[in-house]
């Protein structure tokens, strides 16, 4: 069973940057895919960002692409979100997920992935 817990999370005005990260435990890191997705109130949760197990591979939802960059640590078991010219619509909970379906079923919704609890991101005007 894989835990996933996410940090990093805030309060920050439009412009500004967070780093999230996800620290993951209980299974091999490198045989997951690893995703961020985001949840506002009265929202479906939505797609960020996926990494491939070996680090090559990148996919971007457009809303976040340019200002967001998604990266992993396999050494440290730990998958990063680095978010930068933060706006008020990026207000939300994000979520990381490893998926064994690899980048594909991240973007499918990581129907068969393993989620963290969630960490709240709010970005002032």
């Known amino acids: 069973q894989v835990q996933l817990v996410e940090s990093g999370g805030g309060l920050v005005q439009a412009g500004g940057s967070l780093r999230l990260s996800c620290a993951a435990s209980?299974?091999?890191?490198?045989?997951?895919?690893m995703g961020w997705f985001r949840q506002s109130p009265g929202k479906e949760r939505e797609f960020v960002a996926a990494?491939?197990?070996?680090?090559?591979?990148?996919y971007y939802a457009d809303s976040v692409k340019v200002r967001f960059a998604i990266s992993r640590d396999n050494a440290k078991n730990t998958a990063y979100l680095q978010m930068d010219s933060l706006k008020p619509e990026d207000t939300a909970v994000y979520y990381c997920?490893?998926?064994?379906?690899?980048?594909?079923?991240?973007?499918?919704?990581?129907?068969?992935?393993?989620w963290g609890q969630g960490t709240q991101v709010t970005v002032s005007s």
């Open positions: 997920a490893a998926d064994p379906d690899g980048v594909s079923g991240l973007k499918n919704g990581a129907q068969n992935g393993y």
């Open positions: 209980g299974g091999t890191f490198s045989n997951f895919a």
């Open positions: 990494i491939s197990w070996n680090g090559r591979r990148f």
